[in-house]
């Protein structure tokens, strides 16, 4: 399955992303062969080629020269192997035995297969960013990327069933477990595409942006999307990550006292009390509280894109950003 086809109406991407799919199966080759399965598996189950997309978007948008075509697939490539890995061991962590609606890959390998595909992808992404460019500042920022990520979904566990975390933590999570590699995507797009230092930046801060806005509507629908989702509703309350709906109502002393005695089960909380914090959630403006946020980060993205000359790349920057904002999964 190609994973770009979702962008084949876009004529702008659409041969590029098909040339980044091609080149990341070629990449990610071993002579293991379940190890080879478990790879292409999760490359055809895996993300939307969303962090590919906005890199070159944001290289035909901002840059200012002709860019050298076979980096930036590469670049793409390596970004979006990075998500992969990361994809993977998610599912590792929490057990979970879906994947966008699909068997994952520890589900269907194993977990030490699982961890051995997320270890390689790591190898292939390192070897990728090492050919691609020499430039020192470069190879740093995709180092801090990694520790990124890596530092939100560590604050994230580190917040599990802490019903005193502040909105203030929620965001630096998301800014790293989500939106740092967002915000990788949108920042080499520009910079190797020859945009100056302060149009670099402004895209990085649009990618963070348009980040942080996805990850809250992700949250949003784990208590809105029902069968519309990819994951099971309400996963990450089950496991104690309490995400901005749950964080908001916390904020309202009424609805504290309702949610505490089922939140303060932590582990032993059943599938009915689960049901019953999210009849709570829905029965009050917390969603629309919520959507109000992720309105405030999609009107920041916006607002980054209008120092851009118009251009169709601006153009479809503007409608993804929209267009993740009313997503329904």
Partial sequence: MNKTQQW???PIIANDLSTVNQFLLENIQTRHHELKDALLTMANNGGKYLRPALLFLSAKAAGKKQYDHDQLIKLAASIEILHMATLIHDDIIDDSDKRRGKI????????????????????HFFDLILSATNEHHYL??????????????????????DLSQSLDDYLDNVKGKTAALLRLATEEGA???????????????????LGVAFQIVDDIL?????????????????TGVYSLPLLLALRHQKLKQQL??????KWN????????VQEILLSNDIISESRNFAKHYSDLALANLKALPLSPARELLKQITKQMLNRTK
Avoid at 148 to 156: A, F, P, R, T, Y
Avoid at 222 to 238: C, F, I, Q, R, S
């Fill in 8 to 10: 084949q109406k876009y």
């Fill in 104 to 123: 994952s890959i520890q589900a269907e390998f194993g977990k030490d297969v699982a961890v051995y595909a997320g270890d390689l992808l790591f190898t």
């Fill in 140 to 161: 740093e920022k995709n180092a801090f990327a990694m520790h990124h990520v890596l530092d939100g979904e560590l604050g994230q566990m580190g917040k599990r069933f």
């Fill in 191 to 209: 910079h190797f595409a020859g945009a100056d230092h302060q149009t670099t930046r402004l895209m990085a801060e649009f990618g963070e942006n």
């Fill in 222 to 238: 784990d208590y809105t999307g029902g069968k519309n989702l990819n994951k099971p509703t309400l996963e990450d309350l089950a």
């Fill in 260 to 265: 505490q005695p089922l939140l303060s089960k």
């Fill in 269 to 276: 909380m059943t599938v009915e009390d689960i049901n019953r």
